[in-house]
C-alpha cells in the first residue's frame, strides 16, 4: 500500500477561531493507482494533498507512507521521504524563470545529489518522453501553457517517484492541452506510477480508476470505476 490514513484530522487554530479542514479521513492508494479526489471549493482537497504530500503535518489520526508511519516526523524527515518518494504537480506550473527548460528540470535531482552524469541521462529521457528535446534551452516565458506543464510533469517524474500528486493539473490550460497532459498521466500510471489527483474536472476524473468525493472535509463517497484509455 502506498498510502494508508486512519481518521487524519487537519485542525487550523488562531486565537479565536479554530477550523476543522479535515475530520477523520480514512483512505487507501494501492501501488500503481490511480484515484481522483473532487468537491466543492474549500472542502479540504488541497489541504489533504498538502498532508498526503508531507508539505503540512496532521493534527490527529495516523498516516502511513510507504508502510512507514510518518504521522510524528519531523519536517527534516519529511523533507527527506518527499525528495526521494513524492512528484508534485500543480495548476500554476511553479518553474523558475530564469532556468531553462533543462536546468528546471535539472533541479529535483540536484537536491538529490544525483552526480552530473546520472543527471544528464535522466534528464535527456524525460525530454524525450515528454517531447521536450527541441525546448531544452528555452526559458519558461517562451513556451505556452501545454508545454510549461510538460516541463512541470517532467520535473516531477525525473526522480522517478513511486508517488505522483497533482493538484489540478489542467486548471490553467484549454481543453486541447489540458487532455494532453491528463494522456501523459494515465500514460505513467500505466507504467507503474501511482497518481492521486485534485481535480473540479468530471472530464479529467474519468481517467482515474476511483473517485473519492470530499464535502467539509469529510470523505462522503468513493467510488470504483473503469478509467478512460484502460
Known amino acids: 500500500m502506498i498510502i494508508e490514513t486512519e481518521n487524519l484530522t487537519k485542525i487550523y487554530r488562531t486565537e479565536e477561531v479554530e477550523t476543522t479542514a479535515l475530520d477523520k479521513i480514512n483512505l487507501q492508494l494501492a501501488k500503481g493507482q490511480f484515484v481522483s479526489i473532487m468537491g466543492p471549493s474549500g472542502c479540504g482537497k488541497s489541504t489533504l494533498l498538502h498532508v498526503l504530500g508531507l508539505i503540512d503535518d496532521l493534527s490527529d489520526g495516523s498516516y502511513r507512507l510507504l508502510g512507514e508511519d510518518v504521522s510524528k516526523y519531523s ?23 530564469e532556468l531553462t527548460v533543462r536546468e528546471n528540470i535539472e533541479l529535483p535531482l540536484i537536491y538529490n545529489k544525483v552526480a552530473s552524469q546520472e543527471r544528464k541521462t535522466r534528464i535527456d529521457a524525460v525530454l524525450e518522453k515528454m ?21 512541470a510533469v517532467a520535473r516531477a517524474i525525473v526522480n522517478q517517484p513511486t508517488l505522483i500528486l497533482a493538484d489540478e493539473p489542467t486548471g490553467n490550460l484549454d481543453s486541447e492541452h489540458g487532455s494532453e497532459v491528463m494522456k501523459m498521466l494515465l500514460q505513467l500510471n500505466k507504467e507503474g506510477t501511482s497518481i492521486l489527483m485534485v481535480t473540479h474536472s468530471t472530464e479529467n476524473a474519468a481517467f482515474s480508476s476511483k473517485i473519492i468525493q470530499l464535502h467539509d472535509g469529510k470523505i462522503v463517497s468513493g467510488e470504483s470505476r473503469q478509467a478512460n484509455g484502460q
Open 131 to 151: 517531447d521536450l528535446q527541441p525546448r531544452a534551452g528555452h526559458f519558461p516565458r517562451q513556451l505556452s501553457g501545454g508545454q510549461q506543464q510538460r516541463v
Open 75 to 97: 519536517e527534516r524527515k519529511r523533507a527527506a521521504l518527499r525528495k526521494k518518494n513524492i512528484g508534485f504537480v500543480f495548476q500554476s506550473f511553479n518553474l523558475i524563470d
